[in-house]
């Protein structure tokens, strides 16, 4: 075991409390404990029994600093070899040393009871508060109805694997993702914080777990199991966003960076200059040094920042609004301007074919060659076109398949080649479409199909506009959003008509997917350093581990796209538009609090500061009120983020 090894099991891992209990190790808890008590009770022995000689007083509160210590001294030894020189382990361990050095032995060894002793009441009332928060968007069941060879029988939720067979009654939660074998029923999914109301089921439809069976008795096989499940995806979203990137704003980080440093320089000054221009002694200047060094350490001013992010979080996805990370927070917090791709945003996603126009064959022929040549394509056209054909798909005959995301496809079909797509694709074959194709309706768009480059015909489809879409943008504006920006796949009248009736001024048609992407670019590029920009799209916009030019990819989806893998940073379940704006509301909410309780703890700070200076209080007393002001912050931000202040609150 070399030195390093030995330092990190002098730690325990953690001197936090709260970490230890989350993690379950109890063993070190214990330990710590007990070191705790031993220490407190050699320390009241050495002050309340007379008759022991001075000079042993002082060994046994020194021997009583190093047992209640030692994990403060090894973390400080492990942070200055990592290279952080100024750490709260090392400032605390350095008063402590300070105080013994200069006849304050009492005050340092009551420094390092205190500190670990609020510290256990600073990591109880975080993982406290952490779970509490985290209790509020807890959607699983913990047992589930197995049914197995005719016999049914009670077993754990989490036992339960892909294949099983479980029977789901009126009233009961849905324990595992699964799909309807037998039965009917209407599934209610406001758990999941999906509010689009109450839904009738049947055989072959998928149930999330989480939803709660309203009416009839179903039998289902499951299809993921239950830590695979959409329950269980949103409730470690939320759990592990304050743990993606760094929970703290960027200006709170220059804070945390300089604070510590700054008032260490402080306390040098203090030792130096007060013997020389006061009639202190050098040891009272050192004293009052000391408390310096205690309040230099920031953990006090930010502690409450995670839990924030965490109570923001859950309060998010009561919502149906779920935050990745704490970077996505923080950019939807700063949005300048918000670019919504058409298609599944301000528009429903799924358009229906409305019209076949075919010019030397039949409209049949027409829908059956189109629909073999979208047959390998996953877009919401290329599935509407399919379904209005309905009929077989002769896999065989398809060959040389190649899609262009935006444009369209060419395919070879029983031989013969193949163009499906928007007017760009013809373009790059040359082909001619006449006049009267080439305009259509509002809220339609059009996909030609060309054989053997020749106009052969156009397929139209309807994609009705979201009813909640025109008060989305507005409510964005409300927001503080300067700009709200439109893409479209379709031509360019449509796209006007659709922006005008929305109240968008700025608006892109025809876009493929890498137009798409330099435009938002140069968005972002035309925007304050300070504000970020939001791309606002359809599942799959973000399929795979694609991500935009956007600083904050944001995805609105059913609650079903939890069982999909993405790489948005926010995912707004539901479909409900008017929750772009709530979500801002939340972040900014989240970032006003996070401001509020570090400035409070740094007015408690600064006030311990000018006590210290003035001689007027204690190492100790500097530790108690640290630390009290750490424990406020933390009951506050979870005080601020429950019932109808946060609603009230997150809608502002």
Same mark, same amino acid.
């Given at each position: 075991?070399?030195?390093?090894?030995?330092?990190?099991?002098?730690?325990?891992?953690?001197?936090?409390?709260?970490?230890?209990?989350?993690?379950?190790?109890?063993?070190?808890?214990?330990?710590?404990?007990?070191?705790?008590?031993?220490?407190?009770?050699?320390?009241?022995?050495?002050?309340?029994?007379?008759?022991?000689?001075?000079?042993?007083?002082?060994?046994?509160?020194?021997?009583?600093?190093?047992?209640?210590?030692?994990?403060?001294?090894?973390?400080?030894?492990?942070?200055?070899?990592?290279?952080?020189?100024?750490?709260?382990?090392?400032? &605390?361990? %350095?008063?402590?040393? #300070?105080?013994?050095?200069?006849? *304050? @032995?009492?005050?340092?060894? !009551?420094?390092?009871?205190? /500190?670990?002793?609020?510290?256990?009441?600073?990591?109880?009332?975080?993982?406290?508060?952490?779970?509490?928060?985290?209790?509020?968007?807890?959607?699983?069941?913990?047992?589930?109805?197995?049914?197995?060879?005719?016999?049914?029988?009670?077993?754990?939720?989490?036992?339960?694997?892909?294949?099983?067979?479980?029977?789901?009654?009126?009233?009961?939660?849905?324990?595992?993702?699964?799909?309807?074998?037998?039965?009917?029923?209407?599934?209610?999914?406001?758990?999941?914080?999906?509010?689009?109301?109450?839904?009738?089921?049947?055989?072959?439809?998928?149930?999330?777990?989480?939803? &709660?069976? %309203?009416?009839?008795? #179903?039998?289902?096989?499951?299809? *993921? @199991?239950?830590?695979?499940? !959409?329950?269980?995806?949103? /409730?470690?979203?939320?759990?592990?966003?304050?743990?993606?990137?760094?929970?703290?704003?960027?200006?709170?980080?220059?804070?945390?960076?300089?604070?510590?440093?700054?008032?260490?320089?402080?306390?040098?000054?203090?030792?130096?200059?007060?013997?020389?221009?006061?009639?202190?002694?050098?040891?009272?200047?050192?004293?009052?040094?000391?408390?310096?060094?205690?309040?230099?350490?920031?953990?006090?001013?930010?502690?409450?920042?995670?839990?924030?992010?965490?109570?923001?979080?859950?309060?998010?996805?009561?919502?149906?609004?779920?935050?990745?990370?704490?970077?996505?927070?923080?950019?939807?917090?700063?949005?300048?301007?918000?670019?919504?791709?058409?298609?599944?945003?301000?528009?429903?996603?799924?358009?229906?074919?409305?019209?076949?126009?075919?010019?030397?064959?039949?409209?049949?022929?027409?829908?059956?060659?189109?629909?073999?040549?979208?047959?390998?394509?996953?877009?919401?056209?290329?599935?509407?076109?399919?379904?209005?054909?309905?009929?077989?798909?002769?896999?065989?005959?398809?060959?040389?398949?190649?899609?262009?995301?935006?444009?369209?496809?060419?395919?070879?079909?029983?031989?013969?080649?193949?163009?499906?797509?928007?007017?760009?694709?013809?373009?790059?074959?040359?082909?001619?479409?006449?006049?009267?194709?080439?305009?259509?309706?509002?809220?339609?768009?059009?996909?030609?199909?060309?054989?053997?480059?020749?106009?052969?015909?156009?397929?139209?489809?309807?994609?009705?506009v979201r009813p909640e879409a025109a008060q989305a943008v507005e409510d964005l504006r409300h927001a503080g959003v300067e700009g709200?920006?439109?893409?479209?796949?379709?031509?360019?009248?449509?796209?006007?008509?659709?922006?005008?009736?929305?109240?968008?001024?700025?608006?892109?048609?025809?876009?493929?997917?890498?137009?798409?992407?330099?435009?938002?670019?140069?968005?972002?590029?035309?925007?304050?350093?300070?504000?970020?920009?939001?791309?606002?799209?359809?599942?799959?916009?973000?399929?795979?581990?694609?991500?935009?030019?956007?600083?904050?990819?944001?995805?609105?989806?059913?609650?079903?796209?939890?069982?999909?893998?993405?790489?948005?940073?926010?995912?707004?379940?539901?479909?409900?538009?008017?929750?772009?704006?709530?979500?801002?509301?939340?972040?900014?909410?989240?970032?006003?609090?996070?401001?509020?309780?570090?400035?409070?703890?740094?007015?408690?700070?600064?006030?311990?500061?000018?006590?210290?200076?003035?001689?007027?209080?204690?190492?100790?007393?500097?530790?108690?009120?640290?630390?009290?002001?750490?424990?406020?912050?933390?009951?506050?931000?979870?005080?601020?983020?429950?019932?109808e202040l946060y609603g009230a609150k997150s809608k502002s």
């Amino acid at each position: 075991m070399n030195f390093t090894e030995i330092l990190e099991k002098l730690t325990g891992g953690s001197t936090a409390v709260g970490g230890r209990l989350a993690a379950g190790d109890m063993n070190s808890l214990i330990v710590f404990v007990a070191r705790i008590v031993v220490a407190c009770v050699a320390f009241a022995v050495a002050l309340l029994v007379g008759s022991i000689p001075e000079v042993w007083v002082t060994v046994i509160l020194a021997l009583c600093a190093l047992l209640a210590g030692c994990d403060i001294v090894a973390g400080a030894v492990l942070d200055i070899m990592r290279g952080d020189y100024l750490n709260r382990g090392l400032l &605390i361990t %350095l008063a402590a040393v #300070l105080g013994f050095a200069f006849g *304050a @032995a009492i005050e340092g060894c !009551a420094l390092v009871l205190l /500190y670990q002793i609020s510290g256990v009441f600073i990591d109880y009332a975080v993982e406290r508060t952490r779970r509490t928060v985290l209790d509020t968007i807890y959607c699983d069941t913990t047992h589930a109805n197995l049914y197995d060879d005719g016999k049914e029988e009670t077993v754990r939720a989490s036992s339960l694997q892909p294949g099983d067979q479980i029977v789901i009654r009126a009233g009961e939660i849905v324990p595992c993702d699964c799909i309807i074998t037998d039965g009917q029923s209407r599934v209610d999914k406001a758990p999941l914080g999906d509010e689009s109301g109450v839904l009738g089921v049947k055989e072959g439809d998928e149930l999330l777990s989480g939803s &709660i069976n %309203l009416s009839g008795e #179903l039998r289902c096989e499951v299809t *993921a @199991a239950q830590s695979d499940s !959409a329950a269980s995806r949103i /409730y470690d979203t939320v759990e592990n966003a304050p743990g993606r990137g760094e929970a703290l704003p960027e200006s709170l980080i220059a804070v945390r960076k300089y604070f510590p440093a700054a008032v260490t320089v402080l306390a040098v000054l203090l030792a130096a200059l007060l013997p020389v221009f006061t009639s202190l002694t050098l040891t009272e200047s050192i004293r009052r040094a000391t408390m310096f060094l205690v309040v230099a350490s920031p953990v006090s001013m930010f502690a409450a920042v995670p839990v924030i992010r965490l109570c923001a979080g859950c309060g998010a996805a009561r919502a149906g609004i779920l935050f990745e990370s704490c970077g996505a927070m923080d950019g939807m917090a700063s949005a300048g301007s918000v670019a919504f791709n058409q298609a599944g945003t301000l528009t429903v996603g799924s358009p229906r074919v409305v019209e076949v126009r075919a010019g030397r064959m039949g409209k049949d022929v027409l829908l059956k060659i189109a629909a073999h040549a979208l047959s390998y394509s996953n877009t919401a056209q290329s599935r509407s076109v399919i379904d209005a054909y309905g009929g077989q798909i002769y896999i065989d005959l398809i060959e040389n398949f190649s899609e262009a995301p935006g444009y369209g496809v060419e395919v070879r079909v029983d031989g013969i080649p193949i163009r499906v797509g928007n007017r760009a694709l013809m373009g790059i074959g040359r082909v001619e479409i006449p006049d009267e194709d080439l305009y259509i309706d509002e809220g339609e768009e059009v996909l030609y199909v060309a054989i053997t480059d020749e106009y052969a015909g156009c397929i139209i489809l309807s994609d009705s506009v979201r009813p909640e879409a025109a008060q989305a943008v507005e409510d964005l504006r409300h927001a503080g959003v300067e700009g709200v920006v439109m893409f479209s796949s379709g031509p360019r009248d449509r796209a006007a008509k659709l922006a005008s009736a929305l109240g968008i001024t700025e608006y892109y048609s025809e876009c493929s997917r890498d137009k798409l992407k330099s435009s938002l670019s140069s968005l972002k590029q035309s925007l304050a350093p300070d504000r970020s920009l939001v791309f606002v799209g359809s599942p799959e916009d973000f399929g795979g581990t694609s991500h935009t030019a956007a600083d904050v990819d944001v995805a609105v989806s059913g609650a079903e796209a939890l069982a999909m893998p993405n790489s948005c940073d926010v995912t707004v379940i539901g479909g409900k538009l008017t929750k772009l704006a709530e979500a801002i509301g939340i972040a900014r909410y989240a970032r006003m609090l996070a401001f509020i309780t570090a400035g409070g703890a740094a007015l408690v700070k600064l006030i311990l500061l000018v006590l210290a200076a003035f001689g007027i209080s204690t190492l100790w007393f500097t530790v108690f009120i640290d630390a009290i002001a750490a424990v406020a912050a933390a009951l506050v931000s979870i005080l601020a983020f429950s019932g109808e202040l946060y609603g009230a609150k997150s809608k502002s």
